[in-house]
């Protein structure tokens, strides 16, 4: 079998399988969370909710992203993470779309609070802890693993940091 074959293989291990499902997890919930919120729970599109939820997704966008590229540098056993140095651009740029969403939308809910602003700020909050979780510290910890992880050694730098810190990417959980 070429090489090339042999690195299209499909990733089936069970951090394959997990890089997997946490980029399809970012990217179903771009859509999801607005159908929820302003289809079912009918919470007014209003600019400043809009706003909001773009940098909420914005953040999403980047997470699979990120999950995507990391499963395709362990199938190819890459030294570095591939478009590392869009993230690394991303981790300049991001904090400050975000801040101007988060001012926008506190500037809105104190000048006219309600469903037409507060659901913009809970997803630009949500927005600044998903940079946070995705930048500097992993702040969600949904699987056992994490959660031993947390309570044993406490918070830990997030996968995406130690990639953009590092000169070259060991493969998760070897670090």
Known sequence: MSTIHATAKPFRSKVGRRLRSLTIGELV???LQPWIWFRVIDLPLTTVNLIGFSAFAALLATGAAYWSMK??????????????RYFAAARILLPIAT???LIVCAVSVARLPGASSWPGLAFAVFAALEYVNYFHVQLMHDNRADLRRLFTSGFRRSHLARDLNSRSNPPLGTR
Not at 71 to 84: E, G, H, M, S, V
């Open 71 to 84: 499963l395709r540098q362990l199938r190819r056993k890459q030294p570095r993470l591939p478009a590392r």
């Open 99 to 101: 801040a101007a969403a």
């Open 29 to 31: 919930n771009i859509p």
